[in-house]
């Protein structure tokens, strides 16, 4: 069990294109009013890049990557984060399907 000293309020997964992972910690970080360092928001990174080709899921119409995509969510919400953040790219097209994904303490947001 994580120490609630240093639980991350922000999960997010990454690896859905590696650079989309950075640049999203980059702004995160950039527009955060913080003064100091322990003023930025506490969060964790999971990179994920092993996960199966989303747009060629998107365009063959299957759910290939929704199974370790829940499985990211399911970690990340065993971290106790109160909002999940998914950068990607190319952007994520949501389905029916795919949206239900989100649990009830999780949201999914692509930053560009």
């Not at 299957?62 to 370790?68: F, T, V």
């Not at 990607?88 to 930053?111: E, F, H, K």
């Amino acid at each position: 069990m994580i120490d609630d000293g240093i639980r991350p309020q922000l999960g997010i997964i990454g690896g859905l294109g590696p650079l989309a992972s950075a640049d999203f910690y980059f702004k995160l970080t950039r527009m955060t009013e913080a003064l100091r360092d322990n003023e930025h928001v506490p969060s964790v990174l999971l990179s994920v890049p092993q996960l199966p080709d989303r747009t060629e899921a998107i365009l063959a119409g299957h759910d290939g990557p929704l199974a370790p995509l829940r499985a990211a969510i399911a970690t990340l919400n065993e971290l106790g984060v109160a909002c999940i953040a998914m950068p990607a790219t190319p952007p994520i097209i949501g389905t029916t399907s795919w949206r239900r994904t989100r649990g009830p303490r999780s949201s999914t947001s692509a930053m560009r």
